[in-house]
């Protein structure tokens, strides 16, 4: 099949490109940048390409030795406790995670080393083979590597779980990615053709009420990191 097909090539690293990146004017830039092995392979899932990065990554600037994952939750669990009690709030309770979760994967993208413009969360990117879309497709370099699907506060980040009728099917779509994050704000999980990397994690505290205290759970960066690679 189409998936099985894709599967199978994006384990097929090729020597593609070199590309460089700088951030000049940015707040935080990664310092001493260095080139990026760029491997690539059809995706019929999106009618584009899915191109994978290995990169060799550099230090942090001095402007970015600031930002630690406890920072980065503790603004994210602020922003996002905000926007949950904001009287006019509209929507669905996950939509109001969608700025904080936004925010919250740049600050870890710079910990990570990777220049502030280089990571993008590019919102409900329809997959047409599946009939679904993920709330997000994110690309590193306008490179695709992975989706991420928010669910309400409260629901977990273990699909596998799910009660709700619309949550399981979504799940019996979205189980054949290769890269795919599951998020309800207070836990967090990475899944790769319906199995999970690691565990699910659970955050220190809960968003709506610890706002800014949140803390991480441990191992929560090598779970972005993991991603992002």
Same mark, same amino acid.
């Given at each position: @099949?189409?998936?099985?097909?894709?599967?199978h090539?994006?384990?097929?690293?090729?020597?593609?490109?070199r590309?460089?990146?700088?951030?000049?004017?940015?707040?935080?830039?990664?310092?001493? =940048?260095?080139?990026?092995?760029?491997?690539?392979?059809?995706? =019929? *899932?999106?009618? /584009?390409? #899915?191109?994978?990065?290995?990169?060799?990554?550099?230090?942090?600037?001095?402007?970015?030795? +600031?930002? @630690?994952?406890?920072?980065?939750?503790? +603004?994210? !669990?602020?922003?996002?406790?905000?926007?949950? $009690?904001?009287? $006019?709030?509209?929507g669905?309770?996950?939509?109001? *995670?969608? $700025?904080?979760?936004?925010?919250?994967?740049?600050?870890?993208? %710079?910990?990570?080393?990777?220049?502030?413009?280089?990571? @993008?969360?590019?919102?409900? $990117?329809a997959?047409?083979? &599946?009939?679904?879309?993920p709330?997000? /497709?994110?690309?590193?370099?306008?490179? *695709?590597v !992975?989706? %991420?699907?928010?669910?309400?506060?409260?629901?977990?980040?273990?699909?596998?779980?799910?009660?709700?009728?619309?949550?399981?099917?979504? #799940?019996?779509? &979205?189980?054949?990615?290769?890269? &795919?994050?599951?998020?309800?704000? +207070?836990?967090?999980?990475? #899944?790769?053709? !319906?199995?999970? %990397?690691?565990k699910?994690?659970?955050?220190?505290?809960?968003?709506?009420?610890?706002?800014?205290?949140?803390?991480?759970?441990?191992?929560?960066?090598?779970?972005?990191?993991?991603?992002?690679?």
């Amino acid at each position: @099949t189409e998936v099985r097909r894709l599967k199978h090539a994006s384990q097929k690293r090729i020597h593609a490109q070199r590309i460089v990146f700088t951030s000049a004017q940015q707040d935080c830039r990664i310092s001493h =940048p260095q080139p990026l092995t760029l491997a690539a392979t059809a995706n =019929p *899932l999106i009618d /584009s390409r #899915w191109e994978i990065f290995s990169r060799h990554r550099a230090g942090p600037s001095p402007q970015c030795m +600031n930002t @630690t994952v406890e920072t980065a939750i503790s +603004n994210f !669990g602020a922003a996002a406790k905000a926007k949950l $009690s904001n009287p $006019s709030a509209t929507g669905q309770p996950e939509d109001q *995670l969608r $700025s904080p979760f936004e925010h919250l994967l740049a600050e870890i993208a %710079v910990l990570s080393n990777f220049a502030p413009s280089a990571v @993008t969360a590019v919102g409900e $990117s329809a997959l047409a083979d &599946l009939k679904t879309r993920p709330d997000y /497709s994110v690309t590193v370099h306008k490179a *695709l590597v !992975g989706f %991420v699907e928010l669910k309400a506060p409260g629901k977990g980040a273990d699909p596998k779980k799910f009660k709700d009728p619309h949550d399981k099917a979504q #799940w019996e779509k &979205l189980k054949s990615l290769p890269n &795919l994050m599951y998020t309800d704000g +207070n836990e967090f999980s990475l #899944w790769r053709d !319906g199995k999970p %990397v690691g565990k699910v994690l659970t955050l220190d505290g809960n968003f709506e009420t610890s706002g800014a205290k949140l803390a991480p759970a441990p191992g929560l960066h090598a779970l972005f990191e993991s991603f992002l690679d």
